[in-house]
């Protein structure tokens, strides 16, 4: 069947039971259907995998997805195996395979059952696993999380910047990117690494009209002040950032001496306590995961109701990936963030062993991170000029969600806050 045949509203209903596409989806699934090469920018919850998985299981051939987290990798092909009679419709190649499973794959993309083939970046270097793939039709080859091309995006992999050069030896296949932070430095970045320039562009709107912002200053009192805010939202799922692994116990601790049922989360637990832990989270036995960022990436519970980051993020991409969590269902989501330009030294100091040019956008992206605490203009605005997107501060959409526009702050308050 031509592309232009295929009629897409059957199959999404056919695959995916839903009987409308999201947002831009179905002018994106369009794009990488009729061979092009596309550039998704969408916020988190948006809906990408399916702008990718839809063609991939319409389409001849396998398409090749690249994901930056095994974890990830694996929810996604569950999926997918779930909504298909063929378990080999999915597979996932990475090091962790045995030899037979290799095969198994291998002979499942030979004889065209396997539409999806997810892989990590660095499988994807294996001459092995290269010479394979230029000998079966590749559809079309996804590049999911692209932001980690980027040095300005908020989680940098060098791995993925040699992609690119990877794909070119795989042939002429078109290249999809996706990702969830684009500020325009980095999608500049993704679309000059992968030499793209001229990629179909759909670029949704990145505000959250659901999320309330709130920004309060650090003080000592702040454990009492996170548990009289858990308390206010009695029996709702929540996540409390923190940065170091001792304060994620710490403040795990605390919430639990107090009452609220909570859980750490980080990379310093083995793997099962995270798995069980994250498992608690999601089954709602337990309200609260106290985590690192090591918690989230791709976690899709839809009724997270707040986040609270104890300690300010990095980064602003950081920021709204992780606020982002909360109200994907479209319902209520509060997030909190307490601030401190001690914090801000903190996160100063920890870069200070780092390669320079590495420093400076560290610097760059902080100061971003202090422009945003420290302002007393709409949240949303601030945040959606920063992503490249103007925001009526009016009339918009979620206009009144935040702190600073339902309580506007004098100008000298707004200034002795500067000064902490
Ligand atoms: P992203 O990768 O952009 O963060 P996902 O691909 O994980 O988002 O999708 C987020 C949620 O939206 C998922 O629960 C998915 O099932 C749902 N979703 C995607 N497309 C549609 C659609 N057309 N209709 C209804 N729900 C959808
Ligand atoms: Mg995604």
């Not at 997918?80 to 395979?97: D, F, K, M, Q, T």
């Not at 037979?100 to 030979?110: A, G, S």
């Not at 950081?318 to 963030?337: I, P």
Request: hydrophobic share 40%.
């Amino acid at each position: 069947m031509k592309p232009s045949e295929i009629d897409l509203h059957k199959e999404l209903k056919k695959y995916f039971g839903f009987n409308q596409f999201k947002g831009l989806q179905e002018g994106v699934v369009k794009s990488i259907i009729t061979g092009n090469n596309s550039f998704v920018i969408m916020p988190t919850g948006g809906g990408k995998s399916l702008c990718y998985q839809l063609p991939a299981l319409v389409l001849d051939g396998t398409a090749i997805v690249v994901s930056p987290l095994i974890a990830l990798m694996k929810n996604q092909v569950d999926a997918i195996r779930s909504l298909s009679s063929e378990y080999g419709v999915a597979h996932v190649l990475n090091s962790s395979l045995t030899k037979t499973e290799v095969n198994q794959v291998k002979k499942d993309i030979t004889s065209g059952l396997t539409k999806l083939l997810y892989v990590a970046p660095e499988s994807l270097t294996k001459e092995e696993y290269i010479e394979f793939l230029q000998s079966v039709p590749i559809s079309f080859v996804a590049i999911d999380e692209a932001h980690c091309i980027s040095e300005w995006g908020h989680d940098f992999r060098p791995e993925y910047r040699n992609l690119r050069t990877i794909i070119k030896q795989l042939g002429d296949i078109p290249v999809i990117g996706l990702t969830a932070t684009a500020t325009p430095k980095v999608q500049e970045d993704i679309l000059k690494n992968l030499d793209m320039t001229d990629a179909n562009t759909f670029k949704a709107s990145f505000n959250r009209p659901n999320l309330f912002y709130e920004v309060r200053t650090k003080t000592k009192n702040i454990e009492g002040d996170i548990i009289r805010f858990i308390k206010q939202h009695k029996g709702k799922s929540g996540v409390i950032y923190c940065l170091s692994r001792k304060k994620v116990e710490e403040i795990a601790q605390v919430l639990q001496v107090n009452g609220i049922s909570a859980v750490p989360y980080h990379a310093g637990l083995d793997a099962k306590t995270r798995a069980k832990h994250q498992d608690m989270f999601l089954m709602e036995d337990v309200d609260v995961v106290v985590a690192t960022i090591a918690f989230g990436m791709g976690i899709d519970k839809p009724d997270v109701r707040f986040v609270i980051h104890h300690d300010i993020p990095k980064s602003l991409e950081s920021y709204y990936q992780e606020t982002g969590r909360a109200g994907r269902d479209g319902g209520e989501g509060h997030c909190l963030a307490y601030y401190s330009y001690k914090d801000i030294e903190k996160l100063e100091k920890f870069m200070a062993g780092k390669p320079v040019a590495e420093q400076e956008i560290g610097f760059a992206l902080l100061q971003e991170v202090v422009a945003y605490a420290e302002t007393s203009m709409s949240r949303r605005k601030f945040l959606l000029h920063y992503f490249g997107e103007e925001f009526d501060d009016v009339n918009g959409e979620g206009a009144d969600m935040d702190d600073n526009v339902r309580n506007p702050k004098k100008k000298a308050e707004a200034q002795d806050q500067v000064v902490t």
